[in-house]
């Protein structure tokens, strides 16, 4: 009885893909506040990057991440409105001869950076710091919203067809669950 439950966890544990077992992406940590003019979002990703994905990065593969960000109102009595939509991008570039790590950013008007250690690197791409989502004139005051946020890695685009040679790299598609936080302005 014994021998027959170890061989069923055993094969359980080689049948089963090792991704599985890994963390999956998440969005967490997120908070909403303003300035005196606008609407800003701070949140991070968790468990976005893969060890297949660090090899990669190394090997010089440029890699980006997207966040999305939907502000909808709420309405009694009818659908829900989208009162704004922002997409923001940050892509890392590994220079294997300078031995750094370049990380652009667009859409949150952030310049971009260099780190010579990857985990810094890392850490400034799952994070999204004070990004501007709306302005507040917008926005009406009393009304009840919600912030929907995701956070995805684009699809990595190789020359000459490398990616029939570098098959892992459709392993390390990730795209989280939609976080909502609901608020009153």
Known sequence: MRCGKLLILLLCLFLLPAESLAAKAKVTDLLITNTSENLLVYFKAENCFTRDMEEAIL???????????????????????????????????YDNIKKLFYVAFTGDGRNPEQF??????????SELNGAVLTSLRQM??????YLRV?????????????EYVF?????????????????VY
Not at 73 to 79: C, D, H, L, Q
Not at 140 to 145: H, P, S
Not at 150 to 162: N, Q
């Open 116 to 125: 010579k250690e990857f985990l810094k690197a890392k850490i400034a791409m």
């Open 167 to 183: 098959f892992f790299v459709s392993l390390w598609d990730f795209e989280t669950d939609w976080l909502r936080q609901d608020f």
């Open 59 to 93: 090997a010089g593969i440029p890699t980006t991440f997207t966040f999305v960000m939907e502000l909808y109102r709420e309405r009694r009595y009818w659908f829900d409105k989208r009162e704004s939509l922002l997409e923001v991008r940050h892509i890392i570039k």
């Open 150 to 162: 995701k956070a995805k890695l684009e699809k990595v685009r190789l020359p000459l067809h490398l």
């Open 140 to 145: 009406t005051k009393g009304d009840r919203y």
